[in-house]
């Protein structure tokens, strides 16, 4: 819970955006009721959306930046542990009431990148994380659940929704798994015409509308349910996932020891079943 340092309502100026991959959901949990964007907060609305989950719970960079501000009181009107990380072209997002820091002020950071965990610090009634998207400028708040949506990131959790011409981490999976569905792909992370038109051919295989978009229809059917012991580039698919936040794998295609370790390491840090096996509930988290 924060305010703003002014009563700004501005909605996205961007929502047309295309689904680029270069977003991603920041922290797994449930929106509490009064945490919405705009929520009466004394003399100004809630400058972010509120994602509860327990403290301790990962917080990722929902996309690359610069950490330009780390620290208590950070932006006016924000109590507790936050960071403020730059995206460049007015484009700020804002991360508070943590528990901890994991990277340190003026780094680099790249999208899905864990940055904190979440806690109950500043002025709260429990632990969470308050998240805002800033565009046009620090200070210039819009709701994060329309910006994210706009980017194909559902906020607190959901598969995401991948569209042609996006790029990134997340398209390097697709096209691993595409591959290991039976088209060979080269998995450059750009998500051109090649491959959707394989994209495509995997909807229509399945009987799906054949849009090229990788969205929460088609992301169940794509996804394999793995666990050690699994070779090949649905494995690889998972390993580039785990590596987007934080694992530092060697991307092999084997799923030994070594991945399964990161596999449970991600389903705690995201309160999810530990049990060391990439199902849909984890992939879900991982591609979101
Ligand atoms: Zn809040």
């Known amino acids: 819970m924060a305010l703003t340092g002014a009563p700004m309502l501005t909605s996205s100026a961007s929502a047309a955006t295309l689904k680029d991959g270069r977003w991603c959901n920041p922290a797994r949990g449930y929106f509490p009721s009064g945490g919405h964007y705009g929520a009466p907060r004394g ?3 809630h400058a972010g959306q509120d994602v509860t989950n327990s403290t301790g719970t990962a917080v990722y960079a929902a996309a690359a930046g610069t950490v330009i501000r780390r620290g208590t009181g950070v932006l006016t009107g924000r109590s507790g542990y936050g960071l403020v990380l730059s995206h460049g ?19 680099r950071v790249s999208v899905g990148q864990r940055i904190g965990d979440m806690g109950a610090t500043g002025n709260v009634t429990g632990p969470h994380l308050h998240f805002e998207t ?3 400028g620090l200070g210039a708040t819009t709701n994060p659940v329309t910006y994210l949506s706009a980017r194909g990131v559902d906020l607190g959790g959901g598969w995401s929704a991948i569209s042609p011409g996006a790029a990134g981490t997340t398209v390097r999976a697709i096209q691993y798994l595409i591959t290991q569905r039976g088209t060979k792909l080269v998995a450059d992370g750009v998500y051109g015409s090649v491959s959707v038109s394989a994209v ?6 399945r009987g799906l509308v054949a849009d090229g978009q990788v969205g929460p229809k088609t992301w169940p059917k794509l996804v ?3 666990r050690q012991g699994n070779s090949g580039s649905h494995v690889r698919a998972l390993q580039v996932m785990l590596n987007k936040h934080s694992a530092g794998l060697a991307v092999d295609g084997g799923f030994g020891s070594v991945t399964t370790s990161a596999v449970r390491a991600y389903q705690s840090a995201n309160r999810l079943y530990v049990d ?13």
């Open 43 to 45: 003399s100004y609305p």
């Open 89 to 107: 072209s007015g484009r700020y997002t804002y991360y508070g009431h943590l528990s901890r820091f994991r990277i340190a002020l003026n780094a």
């Open 134 to 136: 800033h565009a046009g």
């Open 200 to 205: 495509k051919k995997f909807q229509t295989s």
């Open 224 to 226: 394999y349910s793995l």
């Open 276 to 288: 060391g096996l990439a199902g849909a509930k984890t992939w879900e988290a991982l591609v979101g």
